[in-house]
């Protein structure tokens, strides 16, 4: 039955693989008739190489972890294969045509790689927990690294790049993936401790200071390293993944609560000293007042998706280029102008499958460990693409990370592409757990 199980799920993943395959493909069509009113020369291997990529994938989870969610994987392809389709669309008009695509098919094939072999690494996610601290200090010690003065890059302001000979690299993308095993395996180890108030303020109970203070003093050297180096985005994102990782795995929301407190007041304090905050407040609350200066972007971003309206003015036939650095920070500004709001709509119902499937999976897990780790990786996943894609239509400042999987960034890819395989590493575990538990239960009862 377990086999059987395990077939009918590969062969539904192949069969939304190739459905993923052939719209990106008639996306890439349509956007070459739009852009010169011809198919573009190199469809067929376009297709080709979208359909290669995503059955790897998929052969690696057919053989490594063959009971796994069969939406997350094509979900996934499909949102890459998109983001390929625009950075391509994008880069004829900026004049370097070859260049960006080339890179982004081959980041695309190294994160499939790095999926595939964290698949063949990681077989037992509990083997992760066993080396928390090892964790935690990889995770600060990539925080750190732009800092340091021979391989740190400073970029559009942020000082978030490290350099290894002609690689550039944003090694707070990995970061946030051995933190936040690290996080999970630390709060599953001393839940009970933080269960149990033993310290009253007011009308809540806290732990003691002294079972809180290696998280505590994680989080805290992340957020300062991360405020040296002005990177908001990714600054909010470890701070929502340790909050809501301590309210998960203790089930008390006195901790939601005070986390809240705490990110209103740092948020003011930040606002209030920092002139790299104030701008991007500035910015959000009235874009238009620089609109030939720091609020040039988001104006533009605007315009582009008010001229999308409901169903775009079809791909390749925008003007998305007016937008500075759209193929990174502003790709769904440039969805919304040529697919409009069906186009984003879907976009985000695509997230919205990703981040089901990644809760889904917690909320199945029986291992208190791999309960909170999959609660983490979908925190760090749907936040990020929440806080660029609230940024874009301004439902929140912006914070420039990047949209994950459609964006163009080779750290990105490969981080969210282990990110994922995690995830089907977890929902593995998981069906193998409901399927045997009843047949142990029998066997017991016999």
Do not use: C
Not at 245 to 266: H, K, M, N, Q, Y
Not at 292 to 312: C, D, F, I, K, N
Not at 359 to 380: C, D, E, H, M, Y
């Amino acid at each position: 039955m377990t086999s059987a199980l395990a077939t009918q799920r590969r062969r539904t993943e192949l069969g939304l693989i190739a459905l993923a395959g052939l719209t990106t493909a008639l996306l890439y069509a349509l956007a070459g008739l739009g852009r010169s009113a011809s198919l573009p020369a190199d469809l067929g291997s376009f297709l080709l190489l979208v359909l290669a990529l995503g059955v790897v994938a998929h052969l690696a989870v057919r053989r490594f972890a063959p009971h796994a969610d069969p939406i997350i994987l094509p979900v996934v392809v499909f949102l890459n294969g998109l983001g390929q389709v625009f950075i391509i669309r994008l880069s004829h008009e900026s004049g370097i045509a070859g260049e960006l695509p080339a890179l982004q098919t081959t980041w695309t094939a190294l994160g499939v790689g790095a999926f595939v072999a964290t698949l063949i690494i990681v077989r037992r996610p509990r083997d992760l927990a066993a080396h928390r601290y090892t964790f935690g200090l990889i995770g600060i010690g990539l925080l750190i690294l732009p800092m340091l003065p021979v391989v740190g890059r400073e970029i559009n302001g942020a000082r978030i790049w490290a350099s290894i000979g002609p690689i550039n690299l944003q090694p707070g993308e990995f970061a946030r993936l051995a933190l936040a095993i690290f996080l999970a395996a630390y709060l599953v180890e001393n839940r009970e401790l933080l269960q149990v108030g033993s310290r009253r303020i007011g009308r809540f109970e806290i732990p003691d200071g002294r079972h809180l203070a290696p998280v505590l003093a994680a989080w805290g050297v992340s957020l300062l390293v991360l405020v040296a180096e002005k990177d908001l985005g990714s600054s909010l994102l470890y701070y929502a993944l340790f909050v809501v990782l301590l309210w998960v795995a203790t089930e008390r929301p006195a901790f939601l609560i005070i986390g809240g407190g705490l990110f209103v007041s740092g948020a003011v304090v930040a606002w209030r000293i920092f002139d790299h905050v104030q701008a991007r407040v500035d910015i959000w609350f009235d874009p238009w007042a620089t609109r030939s200066g720091s609020g040039y972007q988001l104006v533009e971003a605007a315009l582009a998706m008010a001229t999308g309206g409901l169903t775009g003015t079809g791909p390749g036939a925008g003007e998305p280029n007016r937008i500075p650095e759209v193929e990174t920070d502003f790709i769904f500004a440039a969805i919304g102008e040529e697919m409009g709001l069906m186009g984003t709509t879907l976009v985000v119902g695509a997230f919205i499958l990703l981040i089901g499937g990644g809760l889904r999976i917690a909320v199945q897990s029986i291992n208190p460990f791999n309960k909170l780790l999959a609660v983490g990786l979908t925190t760090l996943m749907g936040l990020q693409a929440l806080v660029i894609m609230g940024g874009i239509v301004r439902l929140l400042p912006l914070t420039g990370v990047t949209l994950p999987f459609i964006s163009y960034g080779g750290s990105s890819l490969l981080a969210n592409y282990i990110l994922v395989a995690l995830l089907l590493r977890l929902s593995d575990r998981v069906a193998l757990q409901t399927t045997t538990a009843p047949a142990q239960n029998e066997q017991a009862t016999s």
